[in-house]
């Protein structure tokens, strides 16, 4: 996976992210590579900070992507 794939990816969940007005952070090589160190390692870490009343609502955006299993617990 290059640089554009992994961005390719990443991109769909951060604007469900950004429609739902959820704060959210981005590690892993994406961050390092944007800071100008590039990594050997071809990662995103989304740490996403979510609310309660975030939760339904982001996982029926994201269902569409099917890159979540959702769990009844």
């Known amino acids: ?16 992210m950004e429609a739902l007005k959820i704060t959210y952070y981005v590690g892993g090589s994406v961050a390092s590579s944007a ?7 071809t990662d995103a870490d989304l740490v ?10 982001f996982v029926d955006a994201v269902a569409v992507f099917n890159c ?5 617990f």
């Open 1 to 16: 996976m290059n640089e554009h794939d992994l961005l390719s990816a990443m991109m769909p969940v951060v604007r469900c």
């Open 35 to 41: 800071l100008g160190l590039p990594r050997s390692t």
């Open 48 to 57: 996403a900070e979510l609310e309660p009343w975030h939760v339904g609502r």
């Open 68 to 72: 979540c299993r959702v769990e009844s």
